[in-house]
């Protein structure tokens, strides 16, 4: 199995940055699919961005522009480069991982943009 730790959530202004990490177990990572997925109370979880195994990536409208998904795979690690926030992007950020049969879950971190 694969084990994901996600850090780098915090409390911040609107227009401000963080980065998320997500640091996976093991060497596996290289061979995922990798995600991270947001979810605000009340509402589905939702994807953000994603990088496949090839370097891929894909951006959900909503963030496309404002957010950076990388992967360093020697670190067995991914990564979300987010700026300009605003209040809508608050919510628990999830990491994912996935690849046939398999799928993957972090325990989340909290993302607050508030002013």
């Known amino acids: 199995q694969v084990q994901l730790v996600e850090s780098g959530g915090g409390v911040v202004q609107p227009g401000g940055s963080l980065r998320l990490s997500c640091v996976a177990s093991?060497?596996?990572?290289?061979?995922?699919?990798m995600g991270w997925y947001r979810q605000a109370p009340g509402k589905q979880r939702e994807l953000v961005a994603a990088?496949?195994?090839?370097?891929?990536?894909n951006y959900a409208a909503s963030v496309k522009g404002r957010v950076t998904i990388s992967r360093d795979n020697a670190k067995n690690a991914v990564y979300l480069q987010m700026s300009s926030l605003k209040p809508e992007d608050t919510a628990v950020y999830y990491c994912?991982?996935?690849?046939?049969?398999?799928?993957?879950w972090g325990q989340g971190t909290q993302v607050t943009v508030s002013s």
């Open positions: 994912n991982a996935a690849r046939l049969f398999y799928n993957y």
């Open positions: 093991g060497s596996i990572i290289s061979i995922l699919n």
């Open positions: 990088i496949s195994s090839t370097g891929n990536t």
